[in-house]
Antibody
């Protein structure tokens, strides 16, 4: 069964930085596009970012453009989300999710999430 | 950006009853690239339906999806105790951003 394990969440002050990781296993990571999705406490799901299977195409939701960077290391089966200039509204559980293909594909597996709290 | 509006916000039903959840898009969803996810408290979402009507692997046949264009429906034919959860629709047929609906909570009456 596909496994996705997020790490790196925690408490950070506004304006600070945090780096999240998503370790993938039990599938050929380098063949699939990957996403980050977040969920603020008690709220719905919000798509954050996407990276193509080879890392050559990346997309972001407008609210994080210029602040967040998605990347991946296929040799380590790991995806990353570098978050800079964090704001209180970035507080959320961050999930990594695998697509069943590339951009035009649903999210067939999700990790359990890592909580990011932006607060002074 | 395609905005997805789910209704109702909350559905109060008893086990064994039929649940009908709606997802309406602000513009046509290309190729019916519409998915439904189930989320239980403290858990990650789980893919139920993709392509508007195809069940994901391992999903019971009491779950069915239908619709095209701007109107989509998730039906749970007979609610089991484990089906009480929040359900989200998502479109993945357009250029960024991908969007989710606001969710429908199915609660025990």
């Amino acid at each position: 069964q596909v496994q996705l394990v997020e790490s790196g969440g925690g408490v950070v002050q506004p304006g600070g930085s945090l780096s999240l990781s998503c370790a993938a296993s039990r599938f050929t990571f380098s063949n699939y596009g990957m996403h980050w999705v977040r969920q603020a406490p008690g709220k719905g799901l919000e798509w954050v970012a996407f990276i193509r299977y080879d890392g050559n195409n990346k997309f972001y939701v407008d609210s994080v453009k210029g602040r967040f960077t998605i990347s991946r290391d296929n040799s380590k089966n790991t995806m990353y989300l570098q978050m800079n200039s964090l704001r209180p509204e970035d507080t959320a559980v961050y999930y990594c999710a695998k697509t069943s293909g590339e951009w035009f594909a649903p999210f067939d597996f999700w990790g359990q999430g890592t909580l990011v709290i932006v607060s002074s | 950006e395609i905005v997805l509006t789910q209704s109702p916000g909350t559905l109060s039903l008893s086990p064994g009853e039929r649940a009908t959840l709606s997802c309406r898009a602000s513009q046509s969803v290309s190729y019916s690239y519409l998915a439904w996810y189930q989320q239980k408290p403290g858990q990650a979402p789980r893919l139920l339906i993709y392509g508007a009507s195809s069940r994901a692997t391992g999903i019971p046949d009491r779950f069915s999806g239908s619709g095209s264009g701007t109107d989509f429906t998730l039906t749970i034919s007979r609610l089991e105790p484990e089906d009480f959860a929040v359900y989200y629709c998502q479109q993945y047929g357009s250029s960024p951003p991908l969007t989710f609906g606001g969710g429908t909570k199915v609660e025990i009456k």
